[in-house]
């Protein structure tokens, strides 16, 4: 059994949850109101591979079960490199100012129901991808949900 480390580890996936006409879902972070973003997460182990991190971080925080059917989970092969919000250093090793990020898709039903983390988020919404490019506050998740329309449900393999 692994034990969970006592900071976050600077490892963490973008999952942009999406429908087949691409809307995408876009969650309202409780402890920054007026924060957009698609759901994210850190690995909570080294060993812990991306994927599982990324079924495990939407079950978590959308209630949404990424291997159900009627969904596709695609690994974008897309990393992103970013430093780190001052705000949010302290959950992270003394001296840890940067995270990997790597991205995935997620498309879903539509009318997929949402049951939000209360302790993560507050609110959500259901935005076409051009205006959930607008509403993000990050950089790098506004960026992933653009490519949105090359990759689509299959993950740009079909």
């Known amino acids: 059994m692994s034990v969970l480390a006592p900071y976050k580890m600077p490892q963490s ?3 942009v949850i ?19 973003q698609s759901v ?15 079924v495990r971080e939407v079950a ?8 159900a059917g009627g969904c596709v ?12 919000y001052p705000r949010w250093r ?3 090793a003394p001296g840890v100012t940067h995270n990997t990020e790597h991205v995935f898709g997620l498309c879903v ?15 959500y919404q259901w935005l076409p991808w051009r205006e959930a490019v607008q509403r993000c506050f990050s950089p790098s998740n506004a960026e992933a949900i653009a490519w949105l329309p090359r990759l689509g449900c299959d993950g740009g393999t079909g």
């Open 13 to 15: 996936v973008l999952v």
């Open 90 to 92: 302290h959950r992270y």
């Open 40 to 54: 994210t997460g850190a690995k909570q182990t080294p060993d812990e591979s991306w994927e599982h991190t990324a």
């Open 109 to 123: 039903p539509a009318g997929t129901p949402v049951r939000l983390a209360p302790r993560e988020h507050i609110a």
């Open 18 to 36: 999406h429908t087949p006409a691409l809307d995408v879902l876009l969650l309202e972070r409780a402890d920054a109101p007026g924060f957009w």
């Open 73 to 84: 989970l695609s690994d974008w092969g897309l990393e992103n490199v970013y430093e780190i």
């Open 60 to 67: 978590e925080e959308t209630g949404i079960d990424a291997r």
